[in-house]
């Protein structure tokens, strides 16, 4: 089966920087797919990785390991609207998006 | 910025009533999508439509489900007989690629179907 984990919920300091961790096992890959999600809001695009290697965009960055089926979002430089539900999404060799449950990242003061 | 619009934003039906959810697509994309995400849970494929036809569908998508492209903007997901298990969000997305490259979806804010 296709299968995506992250971890459930992690907290971190305004100020400070926060790694989330996905792994995932799919029927192929055809890019792996970060999103931001606010609660009650629809999720929006972050990053997409599809080669090996770090994906920098401001305070966020992606990494991708394709033989290691292991992508992290680092984020830097916490702030308090960062607050929000971060989904990994993978590309399945049908195009098709499989989607993690989200980690629910808080941010404290 | 382009934006994908969904209508309505809430709607609360009874149990075994028809419900039609609306969207319009950003204008220039030609893939178009449904997801629902049931509260607190992850978000979950429904179906995947382009050149007026159904490309992708889940297992979720059964009879009970259908999409449309009435005209040339509106792209809407009919739920028959609704059930108390069809509570949930669904988001329609599109996209200006399928398959290839980059596919990032956009996504419209939702529409939070309530069944009682």
């Known amino acids: 089966g296709q299968n995506i984990d992250q971890p459930t919920e992690m907290t971190a300091t305004e100020g400070a920087i926060v790694q989330i961790n996905c792994t995932y096992q799919t029927s192929g890959f055809n890019g792996l797919f970060w999103y931001q999600q606010h609660a009650g809001e629809a999720p929006t695009f972050l990053s997409y990785?599809?080669l090996d290697g770090l994906e920098e965009k401001g305070r966020f960055s992606s990494f991708l390991s394709r033989s290691k089926g292991y992508s992290y979002l680092l984020l830097k430089e916490l702030q308090m609207k960062d607050s929000a539900s971060y989904l990994c999404a993978v590309m399945d060799s049908n195009y098709q998006l499989i989607w993690g449950a989200g980690t629910k990242l808080i941010i404290k003061p | 910025e382009p934006e994908v619009t969904q209508t309505p934003s809430h709607q609360v039906t009874q149990m075994g009533q028809e419900v039609i959810l609306r969207c319009v697509p950003i204008?220039?994309?030609?893939?178009f999508y449904w997801y629902r995400q049931i509260l607190g849970q992850k978000v979950e494929f429904l179906v995947s439509f382009y050149n007026n036809e159904i490309s992708e569908k889940s297992e979720i998508f059964d009879d009970q489900f259908s999409v449309e492209r009435p005209d040339g903007s509106n792209f809407t997901l009919k739920i028959r007989s609704t059930k108390l298990e069809d509570s949930a969000m669904y988001f329609c997305?599109?996209?200006?690629?399928?398959?290839?490259?980059?596919?990032?979806?956009?996504f419209g804010a939702g529409s939070r179907l309530t069944v009682l």
């Open positions: 990785n599809v």
């Open positions: 204008s220039n994309h030609l893939y």
């Open positions: 997305a599109s996209s200006e690629l399928g398959g290839s490259g980059a596919n990032v979806l956009t």
